[in-house]
């Protein structure tokens, strides 16, 4: 039993995104022998170079998964094409419209109802209902990806959210009715964002310029977070998701009695500095290791080819790789992580990424 999960080069410019192909099975045996999955499409743009990478890669007209982890533009735009140009089995997406029971009790405004909320989050996720729409147009079986959905193998399973996390964030969701103190707060990080100043930073080996306390939106912490555990290996992929989610998903990784060990795991939102800490860290991969010390763990953050320094930041790399993983930036260009798969003619192994004991960054 083998794998390929490859990481398509998004963002020609400055903004990232993610689409991810993979599949696994007997990858030296017949196209009924594996299971292909989609993750996630990238722009709009992105989504015809995944298709024609699944039928040049994969050699299928035939995915049988299409995982779409949040709305956000930069993941599920491209998944229209895949849905349009290839056959696919099933959808997991979210549809928050449909968990608007006693929403309105959220929200101080009493002109708001759960219906009137159920339509507003259809048009601020337009793209997720469109998908869904599409995909019942073709036939293609919906799921919601809540925490222990898994395919008919059992090899892919989902970590997060679980339901009831995933309705307690739908509140927080761009669009929805603000709450007495968001507008000055937003603002706030807004400028904060805006006008950073970019500054000179020094790190040490093994010390984390990460703070635990870091937050996302609700949109990030909504992201599926997606385990596939093949002959003992561990394939985490993470999507946008914050520190919160993901120790939600290393709570069910802590659950697991399969005994796979980590192999992979995604950097998520790109190696954006407030999406992980050094306890989640260490939940998931371990404690920081001695200099030159190395886990047999690969990690790859999925960034524009001019994404940085937001994407990805050097301290978000740096606590990778000083935990001993071999850490990957996709900087507009093609990733491809195997094991036990057919050799592809021109591609070639990546060095990692190097620890940054000096770089710039913003200094907020």
């Not at 990481?7 to 017949?30: M, P, Q, T, Y």
């Not at 507008?183 to 950073?196: D, G, L, S, T, Y």
């Not at 802590?254 to 790109?270: E, K, N, T, Y």
Request: contains cysteine.
């Amino acid at each position: 039993m083998g794998y390929e999960i490859d990481f398509l080069g998004v963002g020609d410019e400055s903004k990232s995104g993610d689409a991810i192909a993979l599949r696994f099975g007997n990858l030296h045996g017949s196209r009924q022998e594996q299971t292909v999955v989609v993750v996630d499409g990238g722009f709009k743009s992105t989504g015809t170079a995944l298709v024609e990478h699944i039928r040049s890669n994969f050699n299928t007209e035939v995915v049988d998964i299409v995982i779409s982890t949040h709305p956000d533009q930069d993941h599920i735009n491209g998944l229209e094409a895949v849905l349009t140009e290839l056959e696919v089995g099933e959808l997991w997406i979210h549809q928050p419209w449909n968990h608007n029971q006693n929403l309105a009790n959220k929200f101080a405004d009493g002109r708001v109802t759960d219906n009137s909320l159920g339509e507003r989050l259809k048009e601020n996720v337009e793209k997720a209902w469109a998908l869904i729409k599409l995909a019942e147009k073709n036939g293609v079986l919906v799921k919601e990806p809540f925490t222990g959905l898994q395919d008919a193998s059992g090899s892919l399973k989902i970590l997060g959210p679980s339901q009831s996390y995933y309705e307690e964030l739908i509140p927080d969701f761009e669009g929805m009715p603000a709450k007495a103190s968001e507008p000055i707060e937003k603002v706030e990080a807004f400028f904060a964002e805006a006008f950073a100043a970019v500054k000179r930073f020094f790190a040490t080996w093994g010390e984390d310029q990460l703070d635990d306390s870091s937050v996302t939106s609700a949109k990030n912490n909504s992201s599926v977070i997606t385990q596939l555990v093949v002959d003992g290996r561990r394939i985490v992929l993470t999507g946008d998701a914050g520190i919160q989610a993901l120790e939600h998903a290393a709570d069910q990784i802590d659950q697991c009695i399969s005994g796979a060990s980590l192999r992979f795991i995604q950097v998520p939102h790109h190696g954006s500095r407030r999406n992980v800490g050094p306890s989640v860290l260490n939940r998931l991969i371990g404690n920081p290791v001695s200099h030159g010390e190395t886990r047999s763990i690969t990690a790859i953050a999925s960034t524009a080819k001019c994404g940085e320094p937001k994407h990805p930041r050097k301290a978000v790399l740096n606590a990778f790789t000083h935990r001993g993983v071999r850490v990957l930036a996709t900087r507009g260009k093609g990733i491809c992580h195997t094991h036990d798969a057919p050799n592809r003619e021109g591609w070639s192994a990546l060095d990692p990424e190097p620890y940054h004991f000096e770089y710039e960054d913003e200094e907020a």
